[in-house]
């Protein structure tokens, strides 16, 4: 019998319905907050994260599932979300338009670890990235989405915040 590799779990429909539950919370509450999707590849070359990640990273190191395909492209299954939503950003030219752009991702994630509770080689990760703003109002609106999708779901919670201040003096507490 062949089984599924070790650290990538099958969802049956018991815990797919409870995954698209948590899902449509979170993607609702993001468009509340006036926060679209992005869907990126889940196939990005190694160099995206070599540079995003830190080549010496453990992700990088010995983390990634990484191959050459036959075109001879070192290419990597995305370990993580944002490096591919900020490649998209920029390779759309983006970053030259200003204004907002806020944007929710989901999607399978691999990570060439050892699996115990609560870590898995695939795993689902939901995130949110902001760019064009350097307002503090986005991260207050990002504490608040996550407050919201928490409360939803009944999770208790606190959050504790933390400043380095203005442009200003935050070089002083480095």
């Known amino acids: 019998m062949i089984n599924s590799l070790r650290g990538m779990n099958d969802t049956l429909p018991n815990e797919s319905e409870a995954f698209r ?5 979170c993607e609702q509450t993001a468009y509340k907050y006036g926060v679209k ?8 070359e190694t160099a995206l994260f070599k540079r995003s990640v830190g080549e010496s990273s453990d992700i990088v190191g010995k983390e ?10 070192d290419v990597c299954m995305r370990p993580e979300g944002t490096a591919g939503v900020v490649r998209a950003f920029v390779q759309a ?7 907002r752009h806020a944007w ?5 994630m691999f990570r060439y670890e050892r699996p115990q509770k609560g870590r898995l080689r695939q795993f689902h990760q939901f995130g949110v990235e902001i760019f064009g703003e350097a307002d503090i109002t986005e991260d207050v609106n990002a504490i608040c989405m996550i407050a919201d999708i928490f409360d939803v ?3 208790k919670f ?9 442009n200003e003096c935050s070089p002083s507490y480095r």
């Open 64 to 73: 990634m599932y990484r191959f050459t395909d036959k075109g001879e492209n």
């Open 21 to 25: 539950y948590f899902l449509d919370i």
């Open 104 to 108: 929710y991702y989901w999607g399978p």
């Open 93 to 99: 030219k983006l970053d030259r338009a200003g204004g």
């Open 158 to 166: 606190s959050v504790k915040i933390n400043s380095l201040g203005c």
């Open 153 to 155: 779901l009944e999770i």
């Open 37 to 44: 999707p992005i869907f990126v590849p889940i196939l990005e």
